[in-house]
């Protein structure tokens, strides 16, 4: 069976600290698809990052970076600076080649102040 | 249009009756999958289409729910004899391409979804 967990339900900073959101994930295939996406209170889901499971590289866009650990099976995501504007929902989520859809976490509520 | 439409954006109807939700995928979209997202939820998977057929409806929550793609197109879920558990926002995504192994590259675009309220 394939598994997303958030653990974090909401998470509340003061703008400008760094914010980590946790993913843990369960599949078993051995080539699998992990995913970040952002729901802002407009509702729009928005794409944030895709990553194979065959490449363990972390990756930084800007105030942004993931860390992908196959070892933990964990996919986090890092705000680094959090703004008032980042403040949303985020999903991790996860697809696995055997199954055709893709299974969501039940998201973490990010809430920046100012 | 340029991202995926989803109509109505709210509505609100009378247990018992049936409701039809609309999704419009990005034009070219091959792949189309409809989600559920009840308040506080995560995203519930609902059903999956490869064109016109859907390969994957092990989300659908009860035989009131069901779902039709027409022209590898416009989908549209329908849900008959709505209960109050049936509120949610109702999400559908589209993708260039099913996600297959070692090619996908193509994210999941999403529609702004259907607000369903059941009084």
């Known amino acids: 069976a394939q598994k997303v967990t958030q653990a974090q339900t909401e998470i509340s900073v003061v703008e400008k600290e760094d914010v980590t959101l946790d993913c843990v994930y369960e599949t078993r295939d051995t080539t699998y698809y992990l995913f970040w996406y952002k729901q802002p209170p407009s509702g729009e889901l928005v794409f944030l990052i895709r990553?194979?499971?065959?490449?363990?590289q972390n990756e930084i866009s800007g105030r942004y970076s993931w860390n992908f650990q196959k070892s933990t099976s964990s996919f986090n995501f890092t705000i680094t600076a959090s703004q008032v504007v980042d403040s949303a929902v985020y999903f991790c989520?996860?697809?696995?080649?055997?199954?055709?859809?893709?299974?969501f976490g039940k998201g973490t509520k990010l809430s920046v102040k100012p | 249009g340029a991202g995926v439409s989803q109509s109505p954006s709210n509505k609100v109807t009378e247990k018992g009756k049936d409701v039809e939700l609309r999704c419009d995928p990005i034009?070219?979209?091959?792949?189309l999958y409809w989600y559920r997202q009840s308040l506080g939820q995560g995203l519930e998977f609902l059903i999956y289409f490869q064109g016109n057929s859907a390969p994957d409806k092990s989300g659908l929550p009860s035989d009131r729910f069901s779902a039709e793609r027409t022209g590898g197109s416009v989908s549209t879920l329908t849900i008959q004899r709505t209960q109050q558990e049936d509120s949610a926002v109702y999400l559908c995504?589209?993708?260039?391409?099913?996600?297959?192994?070692?090619?996908?590259?193509?994210?999941?675009?999403f529609g702004n979804g259907t607000r369903l309220t059941v009084t």
């Open positions: 034009s070219g979209h091959t792949a």
């Open positions: 995504a589209s993708s260039s391409r099913r996600p297959e192994f070692g090619s996908y590259n193509s994210p999941l675009h």
């Open positions: 990553r194979n499971s065959f490449d363990e």
């Open positions: 989520a996860l697809y696995g080649g055997s199954q055709g859809n893709l299974i």
